[in-house]
T-cell receptor, first 115, second 112 residues
């Protein structure tokens, strides 16, 4: 079946602009996660959803970052007033449930470059 | 706060060698540990998932072990091939949360 998909695959934006990154999880997966991979910080957690609610937003680096999920499926990560330090690869993952024993399946990522 | 460390940071071996990658974590109260590989410019490919009640998992030439009490996991790759060249990441979920904490990765190069 289809895996996790993300769009766009690459995004170049000017500093100060807003961007939206999209994630389509595996059908039927109730849990969805966003991570960020940057050169200086490695791979770090941003936020996760169980259904449409986000019990843990602890990884969002500032209030310029927000995310939503609708219909228990597609999720959008929005970055407002982008800064150069936001440049990174943004990865989305999904799993059948947030129970600790479940494997997370990752999408190919969106490479964001802020100029 | 859970911290995950991977040693070595980089490794270069000739084709055919057996090798071991190490992953250490500071909080032994984990739900599971997952090993991934990442090719340059690509996303993460899951290799093995070990749940907290398990001691090891095997898939083909790969074997991963878990010792929760000592906070360690090893990924054993048998008869390495140039196609195994990639960055290998381990990640753990700690009891009470569901997010992954990732290690810094081991960059493996297998020479033909």
């Amino acid at each position: 079946g289809a895996g996790v998909s993300q769009s766009p695959s690459n995004k170049v934006t000017e500093k100060g602009k807003d961007v939206e990154l999209r994630c389509d999880p595996i059908s039927g997966h109730t849990a969805l996660y966003w991570y960020r991979q940057s050169l200086g910080q490695g791979l770090e957690f941003l936020i996760y959803f169980q259904g449409n609610s986000a019990p843990d937003k602890s990884g969002l680096p500032s209030d310029r970052f927000s995310a939503e999920r609708t219909g228990g499926s597609v999720s959008t990560l929005t970055i407002q007033r982008t800064q150069q330090e936001d440049s990174a690869v943004y990865l989305c993952a999904s799993s059948p449930w947030t129970g600790g024993g479940y494997e997370q399946y990752f999408g190919p990522g969106t490479r964001l470059t802020v100029t | 706060k859970q911290e995950v460390t991977q040693i070595p940071a980089a490794l270069s071996v000739p084709e055919g060698e057996n090798l071991v990658l190490n992953c250490s974590f500071t909080d032994s109260a984990i739900y599971n540990l997952q090993w991934f590989r990442q090719d340059p410019g690509k996303g993460l490919t899951s290799l093995l998932l070990i749940q907290s009640s398990q001691r090891e998992q095997t898939s083909g030439r790969l074997n991963a072990s878990l010792d929760k009490s000592s906070g360690r996991s090893t990924l054993y790759i048998a008869a390495s091939q140039p196609g195994d060249s990639a960055t290998y990441l381990c990640a753990v979920t700690t009891s009470g949360t569901y997010k992954y904490i990732f290690g810094t990765g081991t960059r493996l190069k297998v020479l033909a």
